[in-house]
């Protein structure tokens, strides 16, 4: 009985090597990467235990059902496979705990069974996912009796006759059954996605870190961007294979919920197609589209009416980052959208059309608005502003960010200016010398001009002295802290909620919290998932308001107020309008006003029609506390 569990526990290890080949010979198509095995290796369990489990445990009963069957299984077979070996002794305590092990695993694939029946929810893929219980239940139930029997009676002689046949024909079938999931596809993640743990893109990640920043292309490099599957690097198409289809980025897509073309786990699976080792996609498909059954192949274009993604969903995204915040294997979405939109943007010039007016603008004029350089400091025209000259030295430099062409940030400017003043802070701004700082570009994939507007400022902070930045425009926080730096411009940098949140703590700032009504914070992208920022807006709020409510999605699962990532250029069809979205999370929680600390935030939630909770910058709530004060 022994031998005949652990022969084929190995023979079943040997057909899974054998049915994880083709993934390996994918991947080997792509692009060279640089890898440091062993510490990655070494950090696997760690990574495995903390990071994944922590998303994972984010569904109620998820972590649970996760730990029972993968747990139960893995150690149940590894104790299993022990028992072989020569300086193994197989007693029946240890085919007890075998026994232990299986039953907790037949527990877990129950709880399996229980996710998709009697009605499996819209955000789990079907197909060959039902059979994920099945076998599960079969191995588990066989290893199970087996060691049972072992336990009790010792694993000498062959007796217990159809109880014996009966665990071995389970745990064959259910073996079989695995292995061909691993073949088909709901099993690859436990291969794809432990070589993805190892061998992550931003490793950085892990153990609680931030690592958001897009990483430069080389200008000069004969390929841009991602074109076909191979011009992704090996690990990347890792990635790909790693998805459980879960749907956890499915209901946190601020596009899908929308109705726009985009569904972020249709696109990893379309992406899977485009490397051509995808069975039919049985899961929601992007709205508006249907599922990837176009041409495919590791050489054969990604995007195209024809191809595995339609270029449609490419440019709903507003790259917000909240699929790769709940996703439980730390998938990289955005950068793979990013990288498809270079190969779009760099090697074809096929970009949408409002989006491909803004560049040209933006590439015409410096900024996005077309206006005079001149003209962005004009809110602040009564304020007497000092402008830092070449050569000239300050404490802070405010940098006003494109949103300063338009009156209504203007007012918040406005706010912001006051309270450094009243701060006594020695403080200027960069007057016409300043310009874009190129994030909209690099979010669409116009990565040359990014570079060359990121160069351009470089330069003229080169010949200025000051001691750090402050800017009420996360998407300028954002790319002059954390990707300026990969281009020579290193600077301490500070969203104006740090900056007020450190005043109002140091004394500085003294406010009386305002009857303002119902207040509620609305996270922008990137300030919270981008940079983990979540606390200082809070308690500055807290401090000039006196009723502060929190919406249903909020700090690093708030919803995105669709003006990231191009979205509002690229002229993306929808059924919906995701500010329309937020805006009734808002008012759910009797939210009679809500605070923002971004000026696309502003526009886009102040563009909601109807009756709807005012939007207020969060400086001008606080330079009321402070005028009541």
Not at 17 to 31: D, E, H, I, K, S
Not at 125 to 153: D, H, K, N, V
Not at 321 to 332: G, H, K, L, T
Request: proline share 6%; net charge positive; glycine share 12%.
């Amino acid at each position: 009985m022994t031998g005949f569990a652990a022969g084929l526990v190995w023979l079943l290890c040997c057909a899974a090597v054998l049915a994880v080949m083709p993934y390996v010979a994918r991947w080997r198509q792509g692009r060279p990467a640089p890898i440091d095995w062993r510490a990655g290796l070494v950090a696997l369990p760690r990574r495995y235990l903390r990071d994944v489990h922590d998303v994972v445990e984010r569904r109620p009963g998820t972590g649970r059902m996760h730990a029972l069957t993968a747990g139960g299984l893995l150690a149940g077979l590894g104790l299993v496979l022990l028992t072989s070996l020569p300086f193994a002794r197989a007693s029946r305590l240890l085919w007890a705990g075998i026994t232990v092990f299986a039953a907790l695993g037949f527990v877990g694939s129950v709880l399996v069974w229980r996710r998709r029946w009697p009605r499996r929810p819209s955000w789990l893929s079907g197909g060959a996912f039902y059979g994920l219980a099945p076998a599960l239940a079969c191995c588990t139930a066989g290893l199970g009796l087996l060691a049972l029997w072992s336990a009790l009676y010792g694993p000498g002689p062959e007796q217990g006759g159809a109880v014996i046949w009966l665990g071995r024909a389970l745990l064959a079938l259910g073996g079989v059954g695995l292995v061909w999931l691993l073949a088909a596809g709901p099993m690859k993640h436990a291969f794809a996605g432990s070589t993805w743990l190892v061998a992550h893109t931003r490793p950085g990640r892990f153990g609680g870190g931030r690592d958001t920043a897009l990483r430069p292309l080389d200008l000069n490099a004969p390929m841009l961007g991602s074109v076909t599957p191979s011009d992704f690097s090996w690990n990347v198409l890792a990635s790909f294979d790693a998805c459980i289809q879960c749907g956890r980025c499915e209901q946190a897509c601020p596009a899908f919920a929308a109705g726009q073309r985009l569904n972020p786990k249709a696109l990893v699976q379309g992406l899977v197609h485009a490397m051509g080792g995808a069975p039919a996609y049985k899961g929601s498909p992007a709205p508006l589209a249907s599922a990837a059954s176009g041409a495919c192949g590791m050489h054969h274009p990604i995007v195209g009416a024809d191809a595995s993604i339609h270029p449609d969903t490419l440019w709903a995204c507003t790259t917000c980052r909240a699929c790769v915040q709940e996703c439980p294997m730390m998938i990289e979405h955005v950068d793979a959208i990013v990288d498809m939109r270079r190969g779009q943007a760099l090697m074809h010039g096929a970009v949408r059309p409002g989006a491909a007016r803004a560049l040209r603008t933006l590439r015409d004029t410096g900024n996005l608005a077309g206006r005079p350089p001149a003209e962005r400091a004009d809110a602040l025209a009564m304020l007497d502003v000092p402008v830092l000259a070449e050569g000239g030295e300050t404490d802070i430099l405010l940098w006003l960010g494109d949103g300063a062409f338009e009156r209504r940030y203007g007012q918040s400017l406005q706010a912001l200016v006051k309270l450094m003043q009243r701060a006594g802070l020695r403080f200027a701004i960069l007057g016409e010398a300043e310009t874009d700082c190129g994030d909209l570009a690099r979010r669409l994939g116009d990565e040359a001009t990014f570079q060359a507007l990121a160069h351009d400022v470089i330069a003229t902070l080169a010949v200025r002295r000051f001691s750090r930045i402050v800017t009420a425009d996360p998407h300028a926080f954002h790319a002059l802290a954390n990707e300026y730096p990969a281009l020579g411009g290193a600077w301490q940098v500070q969203h104006h909620t740090a900056l007020l949140d450190e005043l109002v703590d140091a004394g500085r700032l003294k406010l009386s919290p305002q009857a303002t009504g119902t207040v509620a914070w609305h996270d922008p992208c990137y300030l919270a998932r981008y940079n983990g920022q979540v606390d200082a807006p809070r308690r500055l709020l807290r401090a000039a308001c006196q009723n502060v409510v929190e919406m249903e999605r909020h700090g690093l699962r708030a919803m995105c107020c669709g003006g990231g990532g191009g979205n509002p250029v690229s002229d993306v069809d929808a059924q919906e309008r995701i500010p329309d979205l937020r805006m009734a999370q808002a008012r759910q929680v009797g939210a009679q006003m809500v605070a923002v600390g971004c000026p696309g935030c502003t526009a886009m939630l102040e563009g909601v029609v109807g009756d709807r909770p005012e939007v207020r910058d969060i400086a001008e709530l606080v330079l009321d506390a402070v005028v009541a004060s």
